[in-house]
């Protein structure tokens, strides 16, 4: 972790020293003795924050350095005078929470994204993603969510409704804001204006999905119900949005509503780019057509055919006597008629047993 670029390095090299860039804000050192572990400057306070794992420094000068200079070594405690002295209260908060190990071991590091502190490129790569988003939301004045929970019900949700993967695909760009709706277009200077083409409105996700004239045709197609409640859901971002929908309408309403949205996008993306104007009634029909041809694909669940009771139990004779089951059966296309006998002791076990067939003809 100390090792530099240097002169005339390989590419190898290059591509490690930008790896170790990401290793540097999700490694976290985890207590043993804390005798190799600084206090300032170092990445140990378990907080899921990126930035947040190293203390904020003290001012005084008589300040420790090593994290051993904090555990009370005869209760194997934090010292708490000093935690007071020299930390601020958030940080004191979280140091007390730290449990110290009863047996002696050295420090080591973790990879704090992870339960058992293994580092993987997934979750290095989601830590990306979320600084990220949090540095994009802060540069944009968006604001976020403090329940991190609540945030990942809501793409797990996303990612849970019953419709094939292409529509599930355009649900996320939809969640994440990223379908090329003018707005989106312009803010990335690849249109010239922000005004939609169809209607010459001010184009948003909402206005293509919901208040556009194309849009609001189609709607007005559906139960009257239906599409009141969703321009009633008054949320500015997408995922808000599509989180209020998807937690208030039932299975078969959200199924049909996700395909509405996408077979909207669809028809929009052909008047502009193809000139193809589709009729609302012809949306409406390929919804139709679409949502049954859904409910075929979806494989009904078996019903389990109660039982009559325990079947039949073979009860044997008492004890120095044989019992003998016999049966017999016609075999109507070949006209054959076989008869068969078992003979069989109070405990079970086979004595006997014969089978004959005979071919007869037999009056129906």
Request: include cysteine; aromatic fraction near 10%.
């Amino acid at each position: 972790m100390t090792a530099e670029l240097g002169y005339s390095p390989s590419r190898v090299w290059r591509s490690i020293m930008e790896g170790k860039e990401v290793l540097e804000q999700g490694l976290i050192r985890r207590i043993g003795t804390g005798e190799t572990m600084r206090i300032w400057g170092m990445n140990w306070l378990p907080r899921a924050r990126a930035g947040m794992m190293c203390p904020i420094p003290s001012m005084r000068e008589d300040k420790p350095v090593h994290v051993s200079e904090l555990i009370d070594k005869t209760s194997n405690s934090w010292n708490m005078q000093l935690l007071n002295t020299f930390f601020i209260p958030m940080d004191q908060e979280v140091i007390r929470n730290i449990l110290l190990a009863w047996r002696r071991q050295e420090d080591f590091w973790a990879w704090q994204y992870e339960k058992n502190g293994i580092f993987s490129v997934r979750s290095a790569y989601r830590m990306l993603v979320h600084n990220r988003e949090k540095r994009t939301a802060w540069m944009e004045n968006i604001a976020g969510r403090s329940d991190t929970q609540a945030n990942e019900k809501e793409w797990t949700a996303l990612w849970s409704v019953k419709v094939p993967s292409k529509l599930r695909i355009f649900l996320w760009r939809l969640a994440k804001q990223s379908i090329p709706t003018s707005d989106v277009l312009h803010k990335r200077n690849m249109a010239p204006q922000d005004m939609c083409t169809p209607c010459g409105g001010e184009d948003s996700w909402r206005h293509a999905l919901l208040e556009c004239k194309m849009a609001r045709c189609v709607w007005a197609l559906e139960k009257e119900g239906l599409s009141e409640f969703l321009c009633s859901v008054q949320e500015a971002h997408a995922r808000h949005w599509l989180a209020a929908v998807m937690g208030t309408l039932k299975h078969e309403e959200l199924t049909r509503v996700v395909v509405t949205l996408w077979a909207i996008w669809y028809a929009r993306r052909k008047a502009i780019h193809e000139n193809l104007f589709q009729c609302p009634l012809s949306t409406h029909c390929f919804v139709d057509r679409f949502v049954s041809e859904l409910d075929l694909a979806v494989p009904k669940e078996r019903k389990e055919v109660p039982s009559k009771g325990r079947p039949p139990r073979w009860i044997g004779p008492p004890r120095g006597l044989m019992k003998i089951n016999v049966d017999a059966a016609i075999d109507k296309n070949s006209q054959m008629a076989t008869a068969s006998a078992v003979a069989r002791d109070s405990e079970g076990f086979f004595s006997k047993g014969f089978c004959t067939g005979a071919q007869r003809s037999f009056r129906s």
